[in-house]
């Protein structure tokens, strides 16, 4: 049997090598600046070389034809790719894509690889950022202790876009919650003790995202990655928007009006301005008062991952969201009528019914 290619078996050897081959095929790097700056000068460096790999994959794939794609198949012998990759398992699926445990052939090491159809992002609109979701992951890295997962790779095929991430080998506070229950996909019920413990974590990973000037949109159970400490890390920001400023100090950091005008979420935890800012550009769109109409500036505030977190420590002291009902229509109507007066199907301890009560607010 001959021996496996260098292009194969060695990546310092196709890292030298495509790093070469990107110096001789240099890009206009004003063509790749995002609006996500990346102040660090290391990380700004591998976004640089990225812009300009992601620039040879684009033409290539347009022209389809001659030296291009001599160029494409060079490339592709020596980049990172699904090839790189065996499926282990399927971890999940998501409204934009699916999630695998994936075990690397470089280097033997499982990870948890994310892949998105680019006719799903593409449709999805103003629903998904991918180039949000990548950068917070790569900003996460000039913070040693952030609450996120490390981004190992990101990679696009003609088709797909793909996120490979640590693999958190101890799943969700969704499995966990699914491992109380004697019923598959339901969840059971958490101690007041267990609850204490993962609560504080949950606040310290919605917090980071706030402080480097992002809200998530979809807090939920299944987006807390428990690592084998016993630790929460906080995943999925394809969701996620960018925080502006007001213009008074008084107020909070708000989602701009024009990245609010669909329900971004999952029903069960989804906060009501969130539902109301969708209804009333839905009513815009349809032309309703289009005369006297004036579209305001500001969307929703930062409070909305706060619904969700509180949304969440009711589920897992309950086993059910508190507007959970048997259809979307009837949980929407729920959540958007909501006054104040949270149910509970039994006495919840005095502590964390004063944490709901806080978190789980009317407007």
């Known amino acids: 049997m001959s021996s ?54 684009l033409s290539a794939w347009a022209t389809n034809k001659g030296k291009g794609q001599d160029l494409l198949h060079h490339v592709d012998s020596l980049r990172i790719n699904k090839e790189d990759f065996q499926a282990i398992g399927r971890l999940g699926d998501g409204q934009f894509g699916t999630v695998d445990a994936v075990e690397c052939k470089l280097n033997g090491q499982v990870y948890a690889m994310k892949t998105m159809p680019k006719h799903a992002i593409k449709r999805a609109g103003i629903q998904v950022c991918l180039e949000l979701e990548r950068h917070i992951h790569i900003l996460s890295h000039a913070f040693p202790a952030a609450p996120v997962p490390t981004l190992f790779v990101a990679f696009q095929s003609k088709d797909s876009i793909s996120l490979v991430t640590e693999y958190a080998a101890c799943g969700s506070l969704w499995d966990r919650l699914c491992s109380l229950s004697d019923e598959d996909d339901q969840a059971g019920c958490m101690t007041v003790a267990e609850i204490k413990w993962w609560s504080p974590q949950m606040v310290v990973a919605i917090q980071w995202m706030h402080d480097q000037g992002y809200v998530h949109r979809d807090i939920k159970p299944h987006n807390f990655l428990i690592t084998d400490g016993g630790r929460l890390k906080l995943t999925d920001f394809g969701s996620s928007a960018e925080l502006s400023q ?37 009513v815009q769109a349809a032309g309703a008062n289009e005369a006297s109409y004036s579209p305001p500036t500001y969307g929703y505030d930062l409070s909305i991952d ?50 709901l009560q806080k978190y789980v607010r009317a407007i």
């Open 246 to 282: 007001p213009r008074l100090h008084s107020e909070r950091p708000f989602v701009p009006h024009e990245l609010c005008s669909l329900p971004i979420g999952t029903p069960d935890y989804i906060a009501p301005e969130v539902l109301l800012c969708a209804e009333e550009a839905f």
């Open 306 to 355: 706060w619904w969700g977190f509180g949304a969440t420590i009711f589920e897992m002291a309950t086993g059910k969201g508190p507007f959970w009902a048997p259809t979307i229509q009837q949980t929407y109507l729920k959540i958007t009528q909501y006054k104040g007066d949270l149910q509970s199907p039994f006495i919840l301890e005095e502590g964390l019914r004063r944490l």
């Open 4 to 57: 496996p290619s260098p292009y194969l078996s060695s990546y310092p050897y196709r890292h030298l090598a495509l790093t070469k081959l990107l110096q001789e095929h240099p890009v206009d790097s004003s063509t790749g600046n995002d609006r996500y700056q990346l102040f660090n000068t290391d990380l700004h460096s591998q976004h640089q070389r990225s812009v300009a790999l992601d620039s040879i994959l």
